[in-house]
C-alpha cells in the first residue's frame, strides 16, 4: 500500500500516484515530506466528522454566553435602578471592560505560542469568567461590579486567541472553514438563549436581578466543566514551539503579507459593520416600543446562529473568495434596507441581512487567518487580528455615532454600505489569500 510517514501521531499512507502527487505539489506548495503528509492526511479526512473537540468548545462558548448574556442584559438596569449608578458610571465600566479585552488578547495568543499550550489560557480565561458570576448578585456598590466586569473582560481577553488557534490545531485543514462556522453558530447561540432566559426569570421571578444572577452562575460553571473534561490538545514537543516570545520583531516578520492582507480586509470590512447597537437604535427610530426593540438583535443573532455553519462547510469545498463577495453583498443589502427603513417590517429585513453577513464571514476570516499564519504563530495571529479588527468597530461605532447625531440614521447607513462596496472593490480586484495547505 505504500510507505508510512509518521507525522506527530498521525499515520499518512503515501499514495502511489506521481501525477496526482505532482500536481498536488504544484498547487499547493508541497516542499517537504512533513508539508506531502499533511496534504494525504486531509484528503483522507474530506468526509469524515469534526472532531469531538470541536463540539466541546462549541458547548463551552455556548454555555458561558448563556450566562453572560443572562447579568449583561439586565446589568445597565441594575447599575442604574438597584445600585443608584448614573449613565456615565455605566458608560465607563463598558469602556474600561472592552479595552481591557482587546489589549489582553494579543499576549494571551503570544503566551499560548511560546509556551505550545492552548487549554491552561482557556482554562484561565473561562475560570476567571466563571469565578467573576457570584460577584454580581452580591454586588452592594458600583465598585463591586466594576470590578467583575472588568476581571470577565480580562477573562474573555485571555481566552480568545488561543481557543480560535486551537481549534485550527485540532480540525484538518479541509474541515476548518465548518470548525469555526460550528463554534461561531453555537457561540451566538448563547448570545439569544441568555437574554430569553433573563427575560423569562424577570417575568416569573418579579424581577428579581440577583435571582437571575444567581442562576446565570450554573451554565458558566457547566462551561468551565466541559473544558476541562472534554476538550484536548494535540501534544506538542518545546523545541516545536515559537523560538522566542512571539512579540518580537523577528518572530512577527514571519506572519506573512497574505497574513497581513487578510487583516486589511478585514480591518476595512469591520469600518463598514459597526455596532449592532444602531439596529436597535434604528428600530425605534422606526417606531418599535422599547419593550420590543431587542427582538430586533434577537433576530438577527437566531440568523446568524442558523447560517454560520452551513457557510462554514461551503467555505471547505472552496470559492472562499465568491463567499466573502456574497457576505459583503449582505452587509450593502443590509445598509440599504436600513438607511431607506420607514417601518418595523424592513428594519427586520435589514437585519436578517445582518445577521446573514455574519454568518458567511466570521468563520470563513477566522478559517483564512489560520490558513495564513505559521502554526506556531496562530495564537499571536489571532490575537493581533482581533486586537486590529476591535479598534476598527470602536473607530466605526465612533463615525457611525457622528454621522447619526450630526446628519441621521440614513447617512450612517448609507456611509456603511460604502465602506463595504470599498472592501468589495479590493477583493474581487485581487484575492485576499490564495490556497495553502499546512
Known amino acids: 500500500m505504500g510507505r508510512r510517514w ?31 503528509g499533511r496534504f494525504l492526511a486531509v484528503k483522507t479526512v474530506t468526509r469524515q466528522r469534526l472532531p469531538q473537540g470541536i463540539f466541546a468548545l462549541g458547548f463551552v462558548s455556548l454555555f458561558m454566553d448563556t450566562s453572560s448574556e443572562m447579568i449583561h442584559s439586565l446589568l445597565p438596569v441594575f447599575l442604574v435602578s438597584v445600585l443608584g449608578a448614573n449613565a456615565l458610571a455605566v458608560g465607563v465600566i463598558e469602556g474600561i471592560a472592552e479595552g481591557a479585552t482587546a489589549a489582553v488578547k494579543v499576549f494571551a495568543g503570544a503566551v499560548s505560542d511560546r509556551t505550545g499550550r492552548r487549554k491552561p489560557l482557556l482554562v484561565l480565561g473561562y475560570g476567571l469568567a466563571a469565578l467573576t458570576k457570584p460577584l454580581f448578585p452580591l454586588a452592594t456598590g458600583v465598585g463591586m461590579v466594576f470590578a467583575a466586569r472588568l476581571v470577565d473582560r480580562i477573562g474573555k481577553g485571555i481566552r480568545g486567541a488561543p481557543r480560535d488557534a486551537l481549534v485550527a490545531d485540532i480540525t484538518p485543514l479541509a474541515l476548518r472553514g465548518a470548525a469555526y462556522g460550528l463554534r461561531q453558530s453555537l457561540d451566538t447561540v448563547g448570545a439569544f438563549v441568555g437574554p430569553a432566559l433573563a427575560l423569562a426569570l424577570m417575568a416569573a421571578s418579579g424581577d428579581d436581578y440577583r435571582l437571575v444572577f444567581w442562576i446565570a452562575v450554573l451554565p458558566a460553571i457547566a462551561s468551565v466543566a466541559i473544558l476541562v473534561l472534554a476538550v484536548q490538545e494535540p501534544e506538542v514537543s518545546h523545541t516545536e514551539t515559537s523560538r522566542r516570545f512571539p512579540i518580537h520583531q523577528d518572530e512577527m516578520g514571519r506572519l506573512e503579507r497574505r497574513y497581513w492582507l487578510v487583516v486589511a480586509f478585514a480591518a476595512v470590512l469591520t469600518l463598514a459593520r459597526f455596532s449592532e447597537a444602531f439596529l436597535l437604535l434604528r428600530a425605534e427610530d422606526a417606531g418599535l416600543s422599547a419593550a420590543l426593540v431587542p427582538v430586533i438583535l434577537l433576530l438577527m443573532n437566531v440568523v446568524y446562529a442558523a447560517s454560520a455553519y452551513p457557510f462554514g462547510r461551503l467555505s471547505d469545498r472552496g470559492g472562499r473568495r465568491l463567499l466573502l463577495a456574497v457576505g459583503i453583498g449582505f452587509l450593502i443589502a443590509a445598509d440599504l434596507l436600513l438607511a431607506a427603513a420607514d417601518t418595523i417590517g424592513l ?77 468589495l472593490i479590493g477583493l ?11
Open 347 to 423: 428594519v427586520a429585513a435589514g437585519a436578517v441581512f445582518w445577521g446573514l453577513h455574519m454568518g458567511t464571514t466570521q468563520g470563513l476570516l477566522a478559517a483564512m487567518v489560520a490558513e495564513t499564519a505559521p502554526w506556531n504563530l496562530r495564537g499571536t495571529a489571532f490575537g493581533v487580528f482581533n486586537f486590529v479588527t476591535a479598534g476598527a468597530l470602536l473607530a466605526a461605532s465612533v463615525l457611525a455615532g457622528a454621522l447619526w447625531s450630526a446628519v441621521g440614521p440614513a447617512m450612517t447607513f448609507i456611509a456603511g454600505a460604502a465602506f463595504s462596496a470599498v472592501a
Open 6 to 36: 509518521r507525522i506527530g501521531k498521525c499515520k499518512c499512507i503515501f499514495i502511489q500516484n506521481k501525477e496526482r502527487l505532482t500536481l498536488a505539489r504544484a498547487k499547493y506548495r508541497l516542499d517537504s515530506p512533513v508539508e506531502i
Open 428 to 438: 474581487l480586484a485581487k484575492p485576499v489569500v490564495a490556497p495553502r495547505w499546512h
